[in-house]
């Protein structure tokens, strides 16, 4: 009886090899080592308000262009997006951007982005700014 759960063991450990699965690093020539594995999320990227602050400096520099901001409320406003730049900056700082500080980006991206959206409808207007 020993004798056979011996050989039964042996069968089982020598078999186990066939069935592993293939290291990521292992490819094949036709397939590259890089596309074995699929990259994974970077854990601090903040794609979603990086666009919102190239949105709103867009949004910014057209206002200056049509006059509808005035040299004060550009400077504000460029205040505001600078603070957001240096708080997604500091969040970033230790690698990785939790949720909560996910919520407090996107909060402040929105009060800047109605903020924006006052000034450049507000009755304060200046000449436009001349074409180059």
Do not use: C, Y
Not at 5 to 10: C, N
Not at 38 to 55: E, L
């Amino acid at each position: 009886m020993k004798f056979q759960h011996l050989v039964t063991a042996l069968i089982l450990t020598a078999t186990a090899g066939a069935f592993a699965q293939v290291p990521a690093q292992a490819a094949t020539p036709a397939q590259p080592a890089a596309a074995a594995v699929p990259a994974a999320k970077d854990p601090a990227a903040t794609p979603g308000i990086d666009k919102r602050m190239a949105n709103q400096q867009k949004r910014i520099d057209q206002g200056v262009a049509s006059g509808q901001l005035t040299p004060k409320e550009t400077a504000r406003l460029e205040k505001r997006e600078a603070k957001l730049a240096a708080d997604t900056a500091k969040a970033k700082s230790d690698g990785v951007v939790t949720t909560a500080e996910r919520k407090r980006l996107h909060r402040e991206a929105n009060r800047d982005s109605r903020a924006i959206a006052k000034k450049k409808h507000n009755k304060q207007t200046v000449a436009p700014a001349a074409s180059k």
